[in-house]
């Protein structure tokens, strides 16, 4: 698997227009003259091929270089899972035990409050803390959790809870999404992952999760975590039962939220890990993920639909894999996300990239792609611009089995 074409040399804006078919054009032309893509002008631009996808990708880079120039970011960060046990049953997820499985884990406060600091010793910024839904806990363990890290690390940025933890926190809690959410701002929480939101449309939904949070809800508790003025990221997960209508509804939903609330940091194109899911086992007609042109076509018209909105696209190596990664940043990417240090989500539905890409490959990978590697804090501050410098060359914190990273990594810093 991932037998990846050589990176093809950008095509120059001008003759990629030129080349392309006068509907693809004439959006493209649009949009980059400043009009708003509609959802229907995405449909069309998600059917891109040969010279209409180079012609797409080559408009999405220029609008990346407007808004952010050649700087490519990420963030120094450890992913830290304080649970597996969950009975949500989730079908495209690998990641959930029940509590009697032999590898089922509950972290204590202690053990997170370590890993927090280790990561700060690593020159971490950010944990970012997910977990399953346990049903033996509290809904005041997510607020012990972030006390008990701000107590041994308080400088750290605590990115945690995706929008299903918080319905469930404040629903054990029996309080309103708002309450919740502002006991936990003020006990250290700094932001939120806008994950588990799959694709925002009940029918894909039902068949992804029987039981998952609803579209509904999802954009609910979003809308109140930016009111009570935590910033949060916004995700898709595509290629499984869904189509380019999904897409372009999925990212005019996130777009208009986005107009109302300001409180998106970034949007994070996930592509379907399909090797271990119960989804694609179990379920007729599910596809294995997404194909290398729905990548490309997704975080390029994620780019032009959310320009002047969201700014920030983020290719997610871990999904993606190094390489994969690195040709998003010519189609719109301009973030490469975190280190994670530890990552189990992703892998357990069978990605094989393993857990980290230290700061220093991170910086390897930027230059390859010949942009500029700029360390930034959650919120997009700038760390270090590392033009000649490198990070520190630090062994990854849980070492790598899957000898096809490392080399795809090696190959990556030097592909261009
Ligand atoms: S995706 Fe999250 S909520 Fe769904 S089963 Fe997995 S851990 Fe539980």
Redesign the pocket.
Known sequence: MNDLPAMSPPVELETALRRASRPMREILERTLGGDELSEHDAITLFSAADDDLSALTAAADELRRRAKGDAVTFVVNRNINFTNV?Y???R??N??KRQEESDAELLSHAEVARRAREAFERGGTEVCIQG??HPKIAGSHYGEIVRAIKAEVPSIHIHAFSP?EIWYGARKSRQPYAEFLSDLKSAGLGSVPGT?AEILDERVRKIL?QD?LSAEAWVEIIRSVHAVGLPSTATIMYGHVDEPEHWAAHIGLIRSIQKETRGFTEFVPLGFIHYDSPLYRDVPGVRPGPTREEHLRLHAVARLMLAGWIDNIQASWVKLGPALAQEMLRCGANDLGGTLMNESISRAAGALWGQEVTAREMVGLIRGAGRVPTQRTTLYQTVEVYETRDPDDLAPLVPRKAASAARELAEAHWRR
Do not use: S, V
Request: contains cysteine; charged residues 5%.
């Open positions: 969950c949500m049953g989730c495209f997820c990641f959930a399953g839904l299903f588990a999760t998952k």
